[in-house]
């Protein structure tokens, strides 16, 4: 069973910056596309970014350029470097594997998320 949690989460003002990270546990080597979703309240869920096994990226036109996913494969990690965040970045964070690619929002397996602020 793969289980995922995330962590970094918090507040900061727009323009700051916070990275997420998300450890996970339950397979030996990621074979399916990870990713990082997020939903504001009143808001469907949306795709942030995600990342295949070869590394290869995709983002959510909102964020590009601003976001970055990436992974430390030998330490099971995968990370979410948000910068110039925006008070419309405000949301709960989840990052996910085995997902579906952007826009899509299905997942086989869910974090708990982390919630980020970006204040005005």
């Known amino acids: 069973q793969v289980k995922l949690v995330e962590s970094g989460g918090g507040s900061v003002r727009a323009g700051g910056s916070l990275r997420l990270s998300c450890a996970a546990s339950g397979y030996t080597q990621r074979i399916f596309r990870a990713g990082w979703f997020r939903q504001a309240p009143g808001k469907a869920r949306e795709g942030v970014a995600t990342i295949e096994p070869d590394g290869s990226t995709e983002y959510a036109d909102s964020v590009k350029g601003r976001f970055t996913i990436s992974e430390d494969s030998s330490q099971k990690t995968l990370y979410l470097q948000m910068t110039r965040l925006k008070p419309e970045d405000t949301a709960f964070y989840y990052c996910?594997?085995?997902?579906?690619?952007?826009?899509?929002?299905?997942?086989?397996?869910w974090g708990r998320g982390a919630q980020v602020n970006a204040s005005s």
């Open positions: 996910a594997n085995n997902v579906t690619p952007l826009p899509g929002v299905a997942a086989r397996y």
